[in-house]
């Protein structure tokens, strides 16, 4: 059984870019839900998806937005990158809505 | 929307001694409390979780405990190691949201 996987592990961007990151799921989950964390904080959460529809969202604006597939790995994408961006961006997969979520390694984002 | 704290943001202990962190939540339907351990560089890797139908629960050195009237639940772990040194975060799930407390740094001084 493989574990949450992401990519790439790191990236550097500059503002007003636009950045994709990736995230495959837990064998088995069909449920992918994303979080930011800023250094010496804890995971905020982006949104959600299951079985290929957002079910749920954190307040983010709208140019956070996700992606799921059918075999349900999972992109985000943010656009007119800020400053503030920058942060280690988590996916955590989990079986249904309700469950244990388990997370990724984290792709860790710096916008000069 | 659910809002999560977390005591203390650092604690250093003895090793062999027992380390307690503890959380407090807002929202009265949160019903799963899950305790992550991120290491440097790492995502955050569950070590117990608790769901709102029970009090207690055990796994080996580390246990958790609910009190749903005072709303807060605490992290122990016993027989402290220095492979326990790293940061811990609490959360609480609302409909399909975690809400993440900001971390408890722990080190266990060998």
């Known amino acids: 059984e493989t574990g949450v996987t992401q990519s790439p592990t790191h990236l550097i961007k500059t503002r007003g870019q636009q950045v994709t990151l990736r995230c495959s799921s837990q064998?088995?989950?069909?449920?992918v839900s994303w979080y930011q964390q800023a250094l010496g904080q804890g995971p905020q959460f982006i949104f959600q998806y299951y079985r290929e529809e957002e079910n749920g969202r954190g307040n983010f604006p709208p140019r956070f937005s996700g992606l799921q597939f059918p075999n349900y790995s999972s992109e985000l994408n943010v656009n007119a990158l800020e400053l503030d961006d920058s942060a280690l961006y988590l996916c955590?997969?989990?079986?249904?809505?309700?469950?244990?979520?388990?997370f990724g390694p984290g792709t860790r984002l710096t916008v000069l | 929307g659910e809002n999560v704290e977390q005591h203390p943001s650092t604690l250093s202990v003895q090793e062999g001694d027992s380390a307690v962190i503890k959380c407090t939540y807002s929202d009265s339907a949160s019903n799963y409390f899950p305790w992550y351990k991120q290491e440097l560089g790492k995502g955050p890797q569950l070590i117990i979780d608790?769901?709102?139908?029970?009090g207690e629960k055990k796994d080996q050195r580390i246990a958790v405990t609910l009190n749903k009237t005072a709303k807060h639940f605490s992290l122990h772990i016993t027989e402290t190691q220095p492979e326990d040194s790293a940061v811990y975060f609490c959360?609480?799930?609302?409909?399909?949201?975690?809400?993440f407390g900001t971390g408890t740094s722990l080190t266990v001084i060998p």
């Open positions: 955590a997969s989990s079986f249904g809505t309700l469950y244990t979520q388990y």
């Open positions: 959360a609480a799930s609302l409909s399909n949201q975690f809400y």
């Open positions: 608790i769901r709102s139908n029970v």
């Open positions: 064998s088995g989950h069909n449920t």
